[in-house]
């Protein structure tokens, strides 16, 4: 499955683009499209629209923690090599995104708070989001493959 084309449709559906990566990887997750939706839905905007981390490295994250986190408490060797895979995710992401994970400096606007943007052809056309959403998807398609899943 191409996770990454799967979250950029699911964007232009009008998912957040929290949800968008989250959603795309219910495959390989299992959760439900419920339960995706809204462990995903404060995220989009970069946290409520507060511009902050972008949402889908939130949504790309919650999947990496869904697949591969998890461990026993005070097991500081499996949660340093969590922490690693994300900081690797995020490195990736940052390199090839233009410099940077905060939504504000993605979309070059501090317009913080509000309702969400509605969802125009010039919304589309404006925004780096549809591009970022494919992005995220793919890196963790990347590194699904690397870590051996053939389901990819």
Do not use: W
Not at 98 to 118: H, K, N, T
Request: charged share 20%.
């Amino acid at each position: 499955m191409n996770h990454a084309k799967s979250a950029e449709k699911l964007f232009y559906e009008k998912y957040n683009c929290s949800q968008a990566v989250v959603c795309a990887f219910s495959d390989l997750t299992g959760l439900d499209e419920k339960t995706a939706l809204a462990i995903s839905s404060s995220f989009g905007g970069g946290f409520g629209r507060m511009r902050e981390v972008c949402g889908t490295v939130s949504g790309a994250c919650m999947v990496l923690g869904l697949l591969f986190g998890g461990y026993t408490p005070g097991d500081n060797a499996a949660k340093a090599a969590h922490y690693a895979l994300i900081q690797d995710f995020m490195a990736r992401f940052k390199a090839r995104a233009g410099g940077s994970y905060i939504c504000r400096e993605l979309l070059g606007e501090a317009q913080v708070g509000g309702a969400p943007s509605e969802r125009t052809p010039d919304f589309y056309k404006k925004r780096p989001c549809p591009k970022l959403v494919y992005l995220a998807a793919k890196i963790v398609d990347e590194i699904l493959i690397e870590k051996g899943y053939t389901n990819v």
